[in-house]
T-cell receptor, first 112, second 110 residues
Framework: NAGVTQTPKFQVLKTGQSMTLQCAQD?????MSWYRQDPGMGLRLIHY???????DQGEVPNGYNVSRSTTEDFPLRLLSAAPSQTSVYFC???????????FGSGTRLTVV | GIQVEQSPPDLILQEGANSTLRCNFS?????LQWFHQNPWGQLINLFY???GTKQNGRLSATTVATERYSLLYISSSQTTDSGVYFC????????????FGKGTKLTVNP
């Protein structure tokens, strides 16, 4: 198993640009989530999904969009990048209740 | 919401030393995880341990859910153990969210 795969690993965007952070898992996990990690703020939940076709907002959803058309993929879209979205983004998945989360290796995003 | 507190915030060890990291949580939980964030930023799942004791090599963890704490033991520490150790609990009801403690920053010197 490759686990949770995130691409790209690094990205620089200009303010106003849009992009999609990719997340894929090959463990047939039902639950997937996106977090951002910022110094002094810890990890904050952006969006999550408890199954294909089901998504919901986390703590800091503004400026981000998600969809879950398949069990494997959970892309995160930045609609119009802002410097405040400079962060490290982590995707995570777990099989369901009674199981823990596995994290991807992260995407370091800089918005200039 | 649930509060997760970790201690100590910082820990400096010589290679070969043992250590115990503590995680307290404010409400009853039926899930808890320990993670290691290495100096390259990767978050590695160490243990999913809602209760009881688990061991994996030099690392072991114990959760006493009824007393609302968990302990992570590192024995014979190595420089590669350096990084930040987080405990986290998954909220119950409502959103599917991991609530993290602020972490323990471990530095192991050669």
């Amino acid at each position: 198993n490759a686990g949770v795969t995130q691409t790209p690993k690094f990205q620089v965007l200009k303010t106003g640009q849009s992009m999609t952070l990719q997340c894929a898992q090959d463990m047939n996990h039902e639950y997937m989530s996106w977090y951002r990690q910022d110094p002094g703020m810890g990890l904050r939940l952006i969006h999550y999904s408890v199954g294909a076709g089901i998504t919901d907002q986390g703590e800091v959803p503004n400026g981000y969009n998600v969809s879950r058309s398949t069990t494997e993929d959970f892309p995160l879209r930045l609609l119009s990048a802002a410097p405040s979205q400079t962060s490290v983004y982590f995707c995570a998945s777990r099989a369901g209740q009674g199981y823990g989360y596995t994290f991807g290796s992260g995407t370091r995003l800089t918005v200039v | 919401g649930i509060q997760v507190e970790q201690s100590p915030p910082d820990l400096i060890l010589q290679e070969g030393a043992n250590s115990t990291l503590r995680c307290n949580f404010s409400d009853s939980v039926n899930n808890l995880q320990w993670f290691h964030q290495n100096p390259w930023g990767q978050l590695i799942n160490l243990f999913y341990i809602p209760s009881g004791t688990k061991q994996n090599g030099r690392l072991s963890a114990t959760t006493v859910a009824t007393e609302r704490y968990s302990l992570l033991y590192i024995s014979s520490s190595q420089t590669t153990d350096s990084g930040v150790y987080f405990c986290a609990v998954i909220t119950q009801g409502g959103s599917e969210k991991l609530v993290f403690g602020k972490g323990t920053k471990l530095t192991v010197n050669p």
